[in-house]
């Protein structure tokens, strides 16, 4: 029978998971040579290219709720939301082509 609580092992595994975030992010704060303007650290200076902002996108867009999320919500709404999908498409192809070149120009 499984039990609800945590054991040693996933306690020392939660420790060293916290501790090397921690770790890694004073060495990034002590050690860094250069300082960062507030738009060089928001904005990456304007300098990023598409990739790895889609990329980031994606990754916001495809978060643990929504992996787990989509199967109930198909299971509980039937097919309903497949329109969804259609919806996103088409206000990201509006947000590509209208709002976008209009921010760009704002910079």
Do not use: C, H
Not at 79 to 90: D, H, P, R, S, V
């Amino acid at each position: 029978m499984a039990s609800n609580r945590l054991s040693v092992v996933d306690y020392v595994i939660l420790v060293i998971l916290l501790l090397s975030s921690a770790i890694i992010g004073v060495i990034f704060g002590f050690f860094k040579s250069s300082k960062n303007s507030a738009k060089e650290f928001l904005l990456a200076n304007g300098d990023m290219g598409a990739l790895p902002t889609g990329l980031s996108i994606l990754v916001s867009f495809l978060s643990a709720v929504t992996l787990l999320g989509t199967p109930s919500e198909v299971y509980m709404f039937g097919t309903m939301y497949f329109y969804e999908g259609i919806a996103l498409m088409i206000a990201s192809l509006v947000t590509a082509l209208v709002f976008m070149p209009k921010f760009r120009e704002m910079q």
